[in-house]
């Protein structure tokens, strides 16, 4: 019977096969999937087929001289599919998710690197299209069109790979279509097409999540955020209460540049100097997803994880929130963003109108010219020095915000701007790295020097926090070499994605800093800030708690679920030990951490979809 099949449906067989051969060798080349046991191999291997079969299977339904075209044209569409997810992780090392295609204006970045990470395998994807092609046309007879038998047998097989394939992930990882906030794992598990079926359907959820909500809703996250709110030491507490909040947002910085030498000089020699001053916090990691600046923004203004998908800048725009920024307004506070860059970009000036920012500086309020700019605008150390003046305008107090863009993506910079010597590793991108990040240091000293020239220093907390990181897994060979390590684990990625975050508060962390090593991140910003300037933060819906608070747990939680506590890490299904980074015997250690890591996105999650904030005062 089955050489029945293969002989009555040729065209149909050859395009399941080929299409499945594309996918797991896209799988294996163009992606850099962790694989650690054979059962995940073995998903890798048959999680095509719970898609291709029945879609594929459509062609059976048609007539028969329209089931080539189906297939022809749903092979192309696919072998377009695997090659945007290679571009795109080649870039992001993420997938496509649907909000980020909308957000194609600002994919900027990728555009300039589109040749580099052109692969000759996708040559090699057409290869089997030609075939089918000559085949069609080899073949005089269409194939007899499939008995009703054939059909529902053949639909019954389908069937049994999907449940398979879903069988196999729930056994790799319970829940995992639940709580699904590590990307690279459905696409282990389901699929990649699936994946993109399954984004679709939490996409629609995510919409219809706002119409079905009301204030009951709110119970269970005001619940939590009452259990998890830390009281504020009271050493601590008010300690700048008054001043004025000078953040400047380090575009792309992470916390593996911090004390480091280039042939023996300091990557950051201000940075280096001023933490000594300061309340540095080492263990302070970023949390931001597809969203990036946008992001890390969010996070800060709200004390809420951002979206998983695509930037909540963008997509959730006509959302409430109560921000610092409202917050703070309530005491007085006048806020004010700067950013030399188009007002548009992550859609920031609609943004910034309903987080209640009072004024936001664009790149029209500066004085722009070739010399004073790279290929993302004026430089840090002008865009700084110009912000600073156009400060002592601002009402006071004053929280303002800096966004410097010297040290993006791709890292390029003048040679007279070029204080230390590249870095010398198997990537341009790091190599290049070390000495914006080293330009980005010096525009912060002259930042600081002006402020203080413009009597905006002594009565003021500056605050410096890193957004995401700036090189990606995609160069982790070249950022072994930088670490003097053999290989770059899982657990060295999580600990990468620690990011400068530093408090100076003039008269009092020069006489007292500290270093904090206790775990935390972005969403803590919100909390620890406050409670210095003197407001407490209890009953505010937020997910982060004060850094500086005793009764806190330490704890984060990067937006793909992966967490840090003092004791552990937890990524990639895998709990390490944070102190020694080796993989631990008892893997339950984690378990309860993971519980709350899942508790607390889901409910930052049904926050941010249902809108809530509108139910609460
Ligand atoms: C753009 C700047 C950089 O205005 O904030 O954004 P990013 O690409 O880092 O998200
Ligand atoms: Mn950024």
Sequence with gaps: MKGTFFHNQRFLCFSIVFMWIKTYAIYKLGFDLQIDSLLEELMLLINPFSFILPLFGIGLLLKE?????????????????????????????????????????????????????????????????????????????PQTKAAPRTIKRYYAASCGMILCTLALAEVQQPKLLAHSFDREMLVKSIGLFQFHIYDTISQTVNISAKAFADEDSMTAVKNYAEADYSKPDQSKFGLAKGRNVIFVTLESTQSFVLNEKVNGKEITPFMNDFIKKSYYFDHFYQQTEQGKTSDSEFIVANSLYPSLSGAVFFTKSDHQFHTMYKSLKQHDYYSAVFHANHKTFWNRDVMYDSFGIDRFFDVDDFHVTPGTSTSWGLKDKEFLEQSAGKLKSLPQPFYSSFITLTNHFPFEIDEKDQLIDEFDSSSSLLNRYVTTVRYEDEALKHFIKKLKDEGLYENSMIVFMGDHYGISEAHNEAMAEFLGKNEITPYDNVQLQRVPFIIHIPGITDQKPEIISDAGGQVDVKPTLMHLLGVDTKGDIQFGNDLLSGGRTPFAVLRNGSFITNDFVYTKNTCYSQKTGKVLEDQDACLPYKEKANEELSLSDKVLNGDLLRFSE
Aim: hydrophobic letters at 55%.
């Design 65 to 141: 001289n329209k089931q080539r075209a189906f297939l022809l044209i749903a092979n192309l569409v696919l072998t377009v599919i695997l090659i945007s997810n290679t571009i795109f992780y080649g870039f992001y090392i993420d997938f496509i998710t649907i909000p980020v295609l909308f957000q194609a204006s600002n994919m900027s970045d990728m555009g300039s690197s589109v040749k580099e990470l052109f692969n000759p395998l996708f040559i090699a994807l057409f290869a089997d299209l030609v075939f089918l092609l000559l085949l069609a046309r080899k073949e005089k007879h």
